[in-house]
């Protein structure tokens, strides 16, 4: 996997969304990260989970369940149409981020790693008419390595927390043994982790993945 890991391969708003992940789980949060590009492909904010942050930005949530990725980055842009946007996420938003992306008017969602426990989720628009009028075209998962990635983190994360019998864990190791097995291992080894904290996300990677 080492020689496609390549982040500078990747398309800004996939870095900086992973980057975001990266500083989530450094931090001892879910490592989920994302950003939104406006109609112009402008990178206009990133956020990152805080479940476990004492504080955040201005006008982001932290230290609360509710503190997701996709939230914080969504309550950073004003209220209108933002149909041309796109917001970028590490993982496959959850009920609440997706239902964020639509209310703020955003148009498209992308997302790297699936997230077996919201399967099903795609069915939301199908509660009515309103809803699937506004609802954001959704694109993902995506292919290679960064989705391997992020699968890993999300297992290592739960691992390290006692939580490697958990649903979370068993659907993922389901979905994407491989990458599970990396978490798992990674989740369960406190000195490597300590140590893989200290890295940047391109080390780290490599030293995951490679
Ligand atoms: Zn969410």
Redesign the pocket.
Known sequence: MSESADLLALELPWRLALEEGWAAFCAGNPPVGAAITDSDGVVVALGRSRFHDHSGPVGQLAGTALA?A??NALAQIAPGDHRGWTLWSSLQ??P??AAAAMTAQCGEVRFLAADPMWAGAERLPELNAAVSLRWPHFDGPQPGWPACWQTALSVAYQTARGRGDSDAVTAREQMAPGAARLGRALGGDADRLTNLVKLTLSAAIGELLG
């Open positions: 997701h996709e939230v938003p959850c609440l981020c």
